[in-house]
């Protein structure tokens, strides 16, 4: 399994994720249950993951190598 973009910015935030969870309102099993891919979070929590550990949200939920399917001309999954 990769290792979440969250674990990876708060690593090199230099946070443990009691830290992080008491700056974003949330207890540490929730930042480890996200991490782990195990935890959806709300659009707010996110904006505060965001918001401490410096990043946008593409940056931390967006998926890795997605490319936009009308560049790379691959119209089938456009079209109905």
Do not use: W
Not at 13 to 32: F, P, S, Y
Not at 53 to 60: A, E, I, P, V, Y
């Amino acid at each position: 399994m990769a290792v979440s973009k969250i674990k990876i910015a708060r690593v090199a935030k230099d946070l443990t994720q009691e830290e992080l969870a008491q700056a974003v309102g949330v207890t540490r099993q929730t930042i480890g249950l996200i991490e782990a891919g195990n935890y959806n979070p709300t659009l707010n929590l996110c904006l505060r993951l965001s918001k401490v550990l410096g990043k946008n949200l593409d940056q931390l939920f967006g998926e890795e190598d997605h490319e936009d399917d009308t560049k790379s001309g691959n119209l089938a999954s456009v079209r109905r």
